[in-house]
């Protein structure tokens, strides 16, 4: 009987859980759709629909080029910075035990912000190509995971504590050296300063072909550890009794966060909040599971980004805001009413 019970409550919430992903992968999609429609050019709803699965042409060639070649890679990069960002904040949350962690807690976004700053004001980018900012900026986010992960390793383990204080320090030193390029830029000064304040103006197929596989790769492999994350929540001993090798559980995961935010802030420049609210929000909204929690958190953040980002291109037409600003803007003020409500709703 009692086993009989326990299959119901798992059917149940596997049945939650399938209609929460199905209900967000529709807004999702609904989100995407409707932002194509939005811009200096409104485009009609069935005129999109026309577009992307190549109707009979009764529309001016002008709306081929924005909805394709403007405004669809726009999204897609969009989306997949949102969903990278918030999958990695929601695995640093549960790696550090900790809800204020963020995708950037480990100095990566100091790293590739000096990564791109050296491109842009060397004129790397002039004489190698528009994908040279950002390929600077992943190669210096990378170089700053590892620094951290060499400075923190003790033998074979790497405590959770000396990483967090190694990342402050690595990202302190590379944040000096933001400064540095900023003082010898010269008339490079606004790039650095717009690639900071992060956006997708610079949107391209070419920066979706370089992040959708990392991305993909790097959130697939996050998920593929969510019952482990569920287990070390409850401590390392605990894990350890359950069978969970720890350290190296840490540091796959360790390893994929990393590399999908790099991946993100390498094509975006560094947007805040996004990694920091979502799983705060999906956490509250569909709990601390993290085997509905990361999916969850991966289509809000999407979700989010894309209206975010719709907003900053549209909101002073026909110029934009950085899409950074909105979502401090939002994020911010939302986070603060989250920490006022953290203890009671979620007990951490």
Not at 45 to 62: C, E, G, N, Y
Request: proline content about 5%; glycine content about 10%.
């Amino acid at each position: 009987m009692k086993e009989s019970n326990m299959d119901v409550l798992h059917s149940k919430k596997r049945l939650r859980w399938s209609l929460i992903i199905i209900g967000l992968a529709f807004g999702l999609i609904l989100t995407a759709i409707i932002a194509l429609t939005i811009g200096p050019v409104n485009i009609p709803v069935a005129t999109v629909f026309k577009i992307l699965f190549r109707f009979p042409q009764s529309w001016p060639d002008s709306y081929n080029v924005i909805v394709m070649d403007v405004r669809l890679p726009r999204i897609l990069l969009g989306g997949l910075v949102g969903s990278a960002l918030a999958v990695a904040g929601c695995a640093m949350q549960g790696l550090f035990k900790n809800p204020m962690a963020s995708p950037y807690i480990l100095g990566i976004s100091s790293g590739s912000a000096f990564g791109a700053s050296l491109a842009i004001v060397l004129g790397v980018g002039m004489a190698a190509g528009a994908l040279a900012v950002p390929l600077m900026a992943f190669i210096f986010a990378i170089v700053t995971i590892l620094l951290v992960y060499n400075i923190s390793r003790v033998g074979g383990r790497v405590p959770v504590e000396t990483l967090l204080l190694a990342g402050i320090a690595v990202g302190a030193f590379f944040g000096a050296q933001v400064s540095l390029m900023k003082y010898f830029a010269g008339e490079e000064l606004r790039s650095i300063v717009f690639w900071l304040m992060g956006g997708f103006w610079a949107s391209s197929w070419d920066k979706v072909a370089i992040a959708f596989p990392l991305i993909l790769l790097g959130v697939a492999a996050i998920m593929f550890f969510s019952r482990d994350l569920n287990i070390m929540l409850m401590g390392e001993d605990h894990a350890l009794d359950m069978g969970i090798n720890v350290e190296s559980d840490k540091k796959i995961i360790l390893i994929f966060a990393s590399l999908i935010t790099a991946a993100a802030v390498s094509v975006s420049g560094i947007i805040g909040f996004v990694g920091l609210i979502i799983p705060h929000i999906m956490r509250i909204i569909v709990g601390p599971d993290h085997r509905i929690l990361l999916p969850a958190s991966c289509l809000v953040g999407a979700l989010f980004l894309i209206c975010a980002d719709t907003i900053a291109r549209t909101i002073i037409q026909p110029t934009e805001l950085p899409v950074g600003i909105i979502t401090a803007s939002f994020g911010a003020p939302f986070f603060l009413y989250l920490l006022r409500k953290r203890k009671r709703v979620t007990g951490w």
